[in-house]
């Protein structure tokens, strides 16, 4: 029972900071210069630029603009899209983000499927030619970011060999790239974190402990060690999954993946405000509750964690 309430409590506390960054987020995005119908390719007449105004509300005080915002919200629509034509934000969401959700999933495991046996194999054999290998390996995923890693993975795998399509989404051909450009990068963090984590955790008394009582290696690692050495790993996941459910915004433009991350780019590009502000709405939601969840599980893990 403490633990619920404990939990109903945080997520009651979410409501007034989700709307504290939606606020800001609406209004640092009408700060920046420029418009939405700026780019236009006939400039409108003044009468026409005063109806787009009115229709989208434009014309009114940017407080009374957000109240229409949460009016919208209470009502599950985030408001039309000034830039996609007849489409509502909510509609692209829906459409974009089981997209980018599937390639940040996927992502997610491959990083965590490769990181994490890395960081602990280097843990259990540190200071030998295993941890220096698997560390340099690691280091090397970090130095190579998605943004770099996926115009080599198409000029190799795609144009030289043909392997794999060079781009659009579709089939599991188009997934392999993406997914390998962002989970490489995450897997080296992990690593190093999974290492740190299993290193710390090696050194405490309880492992001292557990060894004086004669019980076996794998228990020691995998029983007892694994669990805390993996904390470090669970705290970074809550903001790593909520970025890779939200798709990497770059690479999804490389790759030309019809994810909410195109979406961001281009609004942000052509000032088309609900739509931002709704992608960034989002993000945030999904951020917030993720690492409310990494807070849960992390109570369960480190028994001398007490929930308060």
């Not at 229409?68 to 830039?83: C, M, P, Q, R, W």
């Not at 997209?99 to 495991?109: A, H, K, Y």
């Not at 540190?126 to 115009?151: E, M, N, R």
Request: proline share 5%.
């Amino acid at each position: 029972m403490e633990r619920l309430n404990h939990i109903i409590k945080r997520i009651l506390f979410l409501i007034p900071l989700i709307l504290v960054i939606s606020f800001l987020a609406f209004c640092l995005v009408r700060v920046a210069p420029g418009g939405p119908f700026d780019s236009e390719r006939k400039p409108a007449s003044k009468e026409i630029e005063k109806n787009l105004a009115a229709r989208y509300h434009l014309d009114q005080p940017v407080w009374k603009q957000y109240l229409y915002f949460l009016n919208g919200i209470a009502h599950g629509d985030l408001g039309a899209s000034l830039k996609y034509r007849n489409h509502t934000v909510t509609d692209i969401i829906k459409q974009g983000l089981p997209i980018s959700m599937m390639l940040g999933l996927l992502s997610f495991g491959l990083a965590l499927g490769i990181g994490v046996p890395l960081g602990f194999i280097a843990a259990i054999r540190k200071g030998t030619w295993v941890d220096y290998s698997a560390t340099l390996l690691a280091l090397a995923a970090i130095c190579v970011p998605g943004f770099i890693l996926s115009p080599m993975l198409i000029l190799i795998f795609s144009i030289y060999l043909g392997i794999f399509p060079v781009a659009l989404w579709g089939s599991f051909s188009h997934i392999v790239l993406p997914v390998f450009a962002l989970g490489i990068y995450f897997s080296g963090r992990v690593a190093r974190l999974t290492r740190e984590g299993m290193i710390t955790a090696l050194q405490s008394d309880f492992i001292v402990t557990a060894r004086a009582k004669g019980l076996s290696d794998f228990s020691i690692y995998f029983k007892h060690a694994l669990r805390l050495g993996i904390l470090p790993v669970l705290s970074y996941s809550g903001p790593l999954l909520a970025d890779l459910l939200t798709g990497s915004f770059i690479v999804e433009n490389i790759f030309q993946i019809p994810g909410i991350g195109v979406f961001m780019v281009n609004s942000s590009l052509n000032r088309d405000y609900t739509m931002v502000v709704g992608l960034a709405l989002v993000y945030s939601i999904l951020l917030l509750f993720l690492n409310l969840l990494v807070d849960i599980l992390y109570s369960y893990l480190d028994p001398r964690i007490k929930l308060q």
